[in-house]
């Protein structure tokens, strides 16, 4: 992250976005990887301290759309880098990268006033409803809302379509600009940013 933060690697956009899903990472990890790990050898279930396992959820699963939401920037981001580098400086440029920075951020405080997903014991996952699975207990209409699924689903699938899409392009673009011209015509920062 620190070398990120030098000024021959932050003046390219991309590193922006790395740098600020580094962030996201140094708080998700935590809460998606260690908490949650802790409560499997543990045993606890959601009831045993339900104010941590919330914050967990809602730090790991709202952190997990952000991050999302930064890899279709990214994406995006080297896409046009590599195909349209004039549209890629007007689109990226100067202040506009730190415009493109709020909207993760943004989402992210969007999505954290819908219901979270809290690490369920049972499955090993995170899970909209901690119940989960549990006899007597499961299918508690707090935590069921088809409209939750509904944007979970659609944020998935979104993230794969763009992700294919943009990394596609890239791939294509890289193809043809290599064989077209007989020589490589990528430079040395964007095969450094694309690999």
Known sequence: MYAMLKKEFFQYTAYKFMFLMGIYDLFILPCNGMITGLQVIWGEHFCNNPKLYYFAGVIGSDGFYAVGIICIILAFDRFL????PSLARYVFGGVKTYLWLCVPILYQIYVGFQLPHVFNIKIYAMNSDPYHKIPEMENNPK??????RIFHGLNNGLLIVFLV???GGLIIIAKIKT????????SKVQRQVNL
Do not use: G
């Open 165 to 167: 899409l943009f990394y």
């Open 179 to 186: 064989k077209v011209y007989n020589k490589p015509q990528i």
């Open 143 to 148: 935590f069921h809302f088809a409209e939750f």
């Open 81 to 84: 880098e590599m195909s349209f």
